[in-house]
Nanobody
Framework: QVQLVESGGGLAQAGGSLRLSCAAS????????VGWFRQAPGKEREFVAV????????EYADPVKGRFTISRDNAKNTVYLQMNSLKPEDTAVYYC??????????????????WGQGTQVTVSS
């Protein structure tokens, strides 16, 4: 059983920055990929970024490419999402998720096995 807890959300101004953390417990953290997704009010949850178990591979959704950076510290069982140049359209609940089996489609939420409870990010204009 894997437990994921997100933190670091809050209120930011447009152009500002926030860093989200996803702390994992249970399972073998260094062996699974972790993704970030977000869900804005009235919209479906969407892929944001993913990092492989070794951190050798990362992918980003087009709307965040060049502004967000995903990283991991396996010694701390934590994945981070550094969000810079925030825009009002980044406002959403952000979720991290664990993929224990190595999906070929890491952008698809059904490929993930465990999810955190989410953290709210609000960006004001």
């Amino acid at each position: 059983q894997v437990q994921l807890v997100e933190s670091g959300g809050g209120l930011a101004q447009a152009g500002g920055s926030l860093r989200l953390s996803c702390a994992a417990s249970g399972g073998t953290f260094r062996r699974y990929a972790v993704g970030w997704f977000r869900q804005a009010p009235g919209k479906e949850r969407e892929f944001v970024a993913v990092i492989s178990w070794s951190a050798s591979s990362t992918e980003y959704a087009d709307p965040v490419k060049g502004r967000f950076t995903i990283s991991r510290d396996n010694a701390k069982n934590t994945v981070y999402l550094q969000m810079n140049s925030l825009k009002p359209e980044d406002t959403a609940v952000y979720y991290c998720a664990a993929d224990l089996w190595g999906s070929n489609n890491p952008r698809v939420e059904d490929e993930y096995d465990y999810w955190g409870q989410g953290t709210q990010v609000t960006v004001s204009s």
